[in-house]
């Protein structure tokens, strides 16, 4: 539902990998290691994409290399709908793995009710809460780093793991469990 133009959201974060990180090439099992997908989902993809000419991929001896096609050009408007869409789930996680105290990371609100498949527009924000002890500053700093990233503005919220294994009534974590999370890999944390 974040963006109707591609089949399934594996494909569009697939797409957004890739077009996200144009300078790099990737092996197909790192990409099924790296989505939590088959090696044949992916096998499928990329033939998928390859065939219809917007990633490139490179034999090296038995290695199947797949990168972003940037000749085609569509390349430039895809890579920013991409990270409209999808964008959110690529770049927060490799943002927030280097900021000290976070321990997990979730997207709420609008866009995660979108990626998981409930309909509207596309959201104009992106909310993630962050549980754990980072600095402000550090925050600050992820935000407005995705923000250029993403063309869109990022609210981040930091609660403390007391607070966000409270059993206590709190209406904002009561509505927060009422509604779709989208759970970001940190690295270093292990939770997805």
Not at 72 to 87: D, K, N, Q, S
Not at 92 to 116: F, H, K, N, Q
Not at 163 to 191: C, H, N
């Amino acid at each position: 539902m974040l963006l109707p133009l591609v089949r399934t959201a594996f494909q569009g974060e697939l797409l957004a990998w890739l077009y996200l990180h144009p300078e790099d090439e990737y092996p197909l099992v790192v990409l099924a290691q790296q989505f939590r997908v088959s090696p044949a989902s992916v096998t499928r993809e990329v033939d998928r994409l390859s065939a219809a000419g917007l990633i490139k991929v490179r034999r090296v001896g038995n290695l199947r290399l797949v990168s972003a096609d940037e000749e085609t050009i569509i390349a430039r408007p895809l890579t920013e709908l991409l990270a409209l869409t999808y964008g959110p789930i690529v770049v927060l996680p490799e943002l927030l793995s280097g900021v000290p105290g976070v321990e997990e990371a979730y997207i709420y609100g609008s866009w995660a009710a979108r990626y998981e498949g409930e309909p509207g527009r596309v959201p104009r924000d992106v909310d993630v809460l962050v549980v754990g002890e980072p600095g402000e500053d550090d925050l600050y700093l992820v935000a407005r780093r995705a923000e250029q990233q993403l063309g869109r503005e990022v609210n981040l919220r930091r609660m403390s793991r007391g607070t966000w294994e409270s059993t206590d009534e709190d209406p904002f974590l009561e509505s927060l469990r009422s509604r779709p999370l989208v759970g970001l890999e940190i690295e270093g944390t292990g939770v997805a």
